[in-house]
C-alpha cells in the first residue's frame, strides 16, 4: 500500500519559474510533513517542513502549502535556479514508540537556464 | 556536511556474504535510523534506535540486523545477501526519538551485491 503518492515524477522548469510538486496521503496519524532534497551520490537534505496546524510555511524560495482537510500538500520553489536541479522527497511522520518516516516516490527536477 | 558519517562509502560483496555498515551520528543526537534506498522502492524506513533501544522497525528483513551501541554509533548488519540487497542504504540522526526534532542523513553506503 503506497500511502504517500507524489507527483510529477520529472518536471522540467526554466529558470526564475516557478516549480510546484503535490504529495497526497492515506494516514491520517502522519503529523510531521518534511520536504527532502536530494542531489546525486548525497544523502536527502532537509528542506523545509510543516505540521498539520498551520497551512502555509514560507522560507525564502520554498514554501509548502498544506491541506489538511483533502490530505495533501506541495512545494513550491519560486525563481527556480538551475542549482535547484535534485530529486524532491516528501515524506510523513508516524510516531508510535517511535518514529517513522514514509518517503514519496521522489520528483526529478531540472532547472535549463 | 551533514554532520553523520558512515562508512564505508561503497561495498561491493558476493551473494551469500555479511556485510556490516556502520553510523556515527551527528554529536549529542540519541536516535539513529536506517533507510534503505533502491530504485524499484524508493527510500524505505528499516529501523530505528533511541538512545541503545531499538523504537521502531519497518520492512527489516530478518537476514538484517542492527544495534546501537553506548556511545550510540549503530551498526546495521545485513546476511546471506543476494542481489535484490543492493541498494543505498542510509542513516540519519536527531536529537530525540522524532525526526521533528529534524533529522540529518549521512551520504550513505552503496552496497553492490554480485
Known amino acids: 500500500q503506497q500511502q504517500v503518492k507524489q507527483s510529477p515524477q520529472s518536471l522540467i522548469v526554466q529558470k526564475g519559474g516557478i516549480s510546484i510538486i503535490n504529495c497526497a496521503y492515506e494516514?491520517?496519524?502522519?503529523?510531521?510533513f518534511p520536504w527532502y532534497q536530494q542531489f546525486p551520490g548525497k544523502g536527502p537534505a532537509l528542506l523545509i517542513a510543516?505540521?498539520?496546524?498551520?497551512s502555509e510555511k514560507k522560507e525564502g524560495r520554498f514554501t509548502i502549502s498544506f491541506n489538511k482537510s483533502a490530505k495533501q500538500f506541495s512545494l513550491h520553489i519560486m525563481d527556480s535556479q538551475p542549482g535547484d536541479s535534485a530529486t524532491y522527497f516528501c515524506?510523513?511522520?508516524?510516531?508510535?514508540?517511535?518514529?517513522?518516516?514514509?518517503f514519496g516516490e521522489g520528483t526529478q527536477l531540472t532547472v535549463n537556464p | 556536511d551533514s554532520g553523520v558519517t558512515q562508512t564505508p562509502k561503497h561495498l561491493i560483496t558476493a551473494t551469500g556474504q555479511r556485510v556490516t555498515l556502520r553510523c556515527s551520528p551527528r554529536?549529542?543526537?540519541?536516535?539513529v535510523y536506517w533507510y534503505q534506498q533502491s530504485l524499484d522502492q524508493g527510500l524505505q524506513f528499516l529501523i530505528q534506535?533511541?538512545?541503545?533501544?531499538?523504537?521502531a522497525k519497518g520492512n527489516i528483513l530478518e537476514r538484517f540486523s542492527a544495534q546501537q551501541f553506548p556511545d550510540l554509533h549503530s551498526e546495521l548488519n545485513l546476511s546471506s545477501l543476494e542481489l535484490g540487497d543492493s541498494a543505498l542504504y542510509f542513516c540519519?540522526?536527531?536529537?530525540?526519538?522524532?525526526?521533528?526534532?529534524?533529522?540529518?542523513f549521512g551520504q550513505g553506503t552503496r552496497l553492490t551485491v554480485v
Open positions: 494516514n491520517t496519524a502522519f503529523d510531521y
Open positions: 540519519a540522526s536527531s536529537p530525540s526519538y522524532r525526526v521533528n526534532t529534524e533529522a540529518f
Open positions: 534506535y533511541y538512545n541503545g533501544e531499538e523504537r
Open positions: 554529536s549529542g543526537d540519541l536516535s
Open positions: 515524506a510523513c511522520e508516524q510516531v508510535t514508540s517511535g518514529s517513522r518516516l514514509t
Open positions: 510543516i505540521r498539520p496546524d498551520v
